[in-house]
């Protein structure tokens, strides 16, 4: 079964902190991949990043950076210097080998307040 | 980045009537779309996939004599929530992948509340 853990409910900080949202996987699939997103209160989903299995290099953009560790199953998401527009529910996902269809399975989501 | 719209935005009906819902690739064509339910302060749920010209597959709990699913085209496919209830009041998201393997993009929700 395939299974994704965001443990943060909710998280909030302060203009300027860093934070980082924690996501953990669970899957028996060798070929999958993990993607982030995020939620702004208009409810549509922007697409953040996707990594495949293989693939644990690090990734930064911007203030955004990843971390992704087999070894612990996770896919931590980190934002530097955070801003107030970047308040928003981030959900982790992962989709299985051959992307199964296409199917993503989500997280319960985090969500972030930065507060001014 | 490709386009996928849904239509209506947001859509306020009365129990025991029947709402379609259309989710459009404006730039490319998809071939598989899914769709989603999500309620408030909760995560996105699959319902079921939908590929162009064949039957749609749900999701385990998923009532598909309630939640019709039609793919007819490479651009569009609709969801008719059928005697909608207050319980079916949902923010409903959609998707569209052009191909196995590719990118999946998201249309921007359609909130139905059912009064």
């Known amino acids: 079964a395939q299974k994704v853990t965001q443990a943060q409910t909710e998280i909030s900080v302060v203009e300027k902190e860093d934070v980082t949202l924690d996501c953990v996987y669970e899957?028996?699939?060798?070929?999958?991949?993990l993607f982030w997103y995020k939620q702004p209160p208009s409810g549509e989903l922007v697409f953040l990043i996707r990594r495949n299995s293989f693939d644990e290099q690090n990734e930064i953009s911007g203030r955004y950076s990843w971390n992704f560790q087999k070894s612990t199953s996770s896919f931590n998401f980190t934002i530097t210097a955070s801003q107030v527009v970047d308040s928003a529910v981030y959900f982790c996902a992962l989709s299985g080998q051959h992307n199964q269809g296409g199917k993503l399975i989500f997280g319960q989501g985090t969500e972030l307040s930065v507060k001014p | 980045g490709a386009v996928v719209s849904q239509h209506p935005s947001r859509v306020i009906c009365k129990s025991g009537t029947s709402v379609k819902i259309e989710c459009r690739s404006l730039d490319f064509q998809a071939t598989t779309m899914f769709w989603y339910r999500q309620f408030p302060k909760k995560s996105l749920m699959l319902m079921a996939t939908?590929?162009?010209?064949?039957?749609?597959?749900?999701e385990q709990g998923v009532e598909k004599d309630k939640f019709l699913i039609n793919h007819a085209s490479l651009t569009l496919s609709t969801l008719t929530v059928t005697s909608a209830h207050p319980e079916d009041s949902s923010f409903y998201i959609c998707?569209?992948?052009?191909?196995?393997?590719?990118?999946?993009?998201f249309g921007p929700g359609t909130r139905l509340t059912v009064t």
């Open positions: 899957t028996r699939d060798t070929t999958y991949y």
């Open positions: 939908s590929n162009e010209g064949s039957k749609a597959t749900y």
């Open positions: 998707s569209a992948r052009a191909g196995p393997g590719g990118e999946q993009y």
